[in-house]
């Protein structure tokens, strides 16, 4: 029922900047918390960002925290992640995540209902 897919990654040098975006369909958009995760070469999968349903909380890993910003248009069923100063460690297929709320934004990828299919993300020397 609940289809994501996620756009916008591609080849960017240390320092830049790319924006990715999700679309969701099929679902209630607007009553569902969303997130973003990533998963490098040989790696597990890691949380980077969430958003509430309404917007009005956010949670960024240790990693993303003042260098990447989540963002929802809920009239437009989309969620964004604009991400600055990209450091090859932030090279990573990024997925689409969403769950319905359950009182706080969740970090775990295993809290997650939704998936999208993943955009890679790479980033050079």
């Known amino acids: 029922q609940v289809q994501l897919a996620e756009s916008g990654g591609g080849l960017v040098q240390t320092g830049g900047s790319l924006r990715l975006s999700c679309a969701s369909s099929?679902?209630?958009?607007?009553?569902?918390?969303m997130g973003w995760f990533r998963q490098g070469p040989g790696k597990e999968r890691v949380f980077v960002a969430a958003?509430?349903?309404?917007?009005?909380?956010?949670l960024y890993s240790d990693s993303a925290k003042g260098r990447f910003t989540i963002s929802r248009n809920n009239a437009e069923n989309t969620v964004s992640l604009q991400m600055n100063s990209l450091k090859p460690e932030d090279t990573a297929v990024y997925y689409c995540?969403?769950?319905?709320?359950?009182?706080?934004?969740?970090?775990?990828?295993?809290?997650?209902?939704?998936w999208g299919q993943g955009t890679q993300v790479t980033v050079s020397s």
């Open positions: 958003i509430s349903w309404s917007g009005r909380e956010t």
């Open positions: 099929g679902g209630n958009f607007g009553r569902w918390a």
């Open positions: 995540a969403q769950h319905l709320p359950t009182g706080r934004l969740e970090a775990s990828s295993g809290a997650y209902d939704y």
